[in-house]
């Protein structure tokens, strides 16, 4: 008898377990694979505005699982990918997009990095060419023969 | 010289951008739909089901949209200030009941207090999603054309209802429809 009422315990946390699980993935029906594929990559570059650090794909918030749903519903009405994301910014603006399009307003978003880093490579370039030739020139005529004469010494 | 004066010059570049940094919200998402006409509805009133109103219902007036729901706790901390709002007559105050039960939603404005001209009911959030809504509650100040001219997401607070939403009311009053 007690035994079974671990089997029913067992089983009661089991049903719970596999609701939990359910609840993460809903289950769309695609008519293509080509809208399927569309689905998972509009959903991976889509940013949940609750979570923010989030795409809709990653974020359980409601308003994710609602997005989740208006991507699918737009695809499944044979929009396009762009359709669906220009209504997105529409109504929430560039921030919805992690890929957001290159314009004046993004420029500094896109070519900050790469300014940075060939600021960067300047930067080393230039210190790294001054201390080379800065080590060769700071040995004045004297020193180099002192130099010169401690390393005689040291072979005797 | 140049040898300072390059780190001093970077230094201060970075700090401006860190500065700057410090007082930006990324909470505060600049919505695309100012000075856009207001997206379209065709909702049913919480209070009478059977009446559905659109945006044109309140062309020719100046009309706040707030959006609420009785599960968000931060529409009671604005709820006395929307209140004080409504006993003053100045304004149309439109609720949008978002993703609500309409039970819950009754209930709530018998406790808390009704300051709603009318309250829509958006039960499952699609039209919040043509207002770009993401975290309730949020206001929007909408003219006598139907153009949205301000948007607040979070609680109105008594500053932002003196500093920035009544003089806006008060310069649109003025405007032609």
């Known amino acids: ?156 | 010289m140049a040898k300072y004066l390059i780190p001093l010059l970077i230094y201060i570049v970075v700090s401006i951008f860190l500065a700057l940094g410090l007082d930006l919200k990324p909470q505060e998402i600049p919505s695309p739909l100012i000075d856009k006409p207001a997206p379209a509805f065709s909702l049913p009133a919480l209070h009478r089901p059977e009446k559905t109103l659109t945006p044109s219902d309140f062309l020719g007036q100046v009309w706040l949209l707030n959006v609420w729901a009785s599960w968000c706790v931060s529409c009671r901390a604005e709820h006395p200030i929307l209140l004080q709002l409504a006993k003053q007559n100045a304004i149309t105050l439109v609720g949008l009941n978002y993703k609500d039960e309409s039970a819950d939603a009754l209930q709530w404005l018998q406790h808390h207090g009704d300051p709603y001209t009318v309250s829509l009911q958006d039960a499952n959030g699609r039209i919040g999603i043509d207002y770009g809504v993401y975290g309730v509650p949020e206001t929007f100040v909408i003219d006598k054309r139907g153009i949205i001219r301000y948007k607040l997401t979070g609680p109105v607070d008594n500053a932002i209802l003196t500093d920035k939403i009544l003089p806006l009311i008060q310069i649109l009053q003025t405007e032609p429809a």
């Open chain 1, 1 to 156: 008898m007690k035994l079974n009422i671990f089997k029913l315990l067992a089983a009661i946390i089991l049903l719970f377990s596999a609701g939990l699980a359910w609840a993460a993935v809903e289950y769309h029906d695609f008519a293509t694979p080509e809208q399927a594929q569309a689905y998972q990559s509009l959903i991976s570059e889509l940013r949940c505005l609750v979570c923010q650090n989030q795409t809709i794909a990653d974020s359980n918030a409601d308003l994710a699982k609602d997005l989740r749903n208006q991507v699918y519903q737009m695809l499944s009405q044979g929009q396009s990918k762009q359709q669906v994301v220009d209504f997105m910014t529409e109504r929430y603006g560039d921030f919805v997009l992690y890929n957001p399009s290159f314009k004046l307003k993004t420029a500094l978003l896109w070519l900050g990095p790469a300014a940075f880093l060939i600021t960067g490579l300047c930067a080393a370039f230039h210190y790294a060419r001054q201390t080379r030739r800065g080590a060769e020139a700071t040995l004045s005529e004297a020193r180099r023969q002192e130099l010169q004469q401690l390393l005689e010494q040291d072979g005797e």
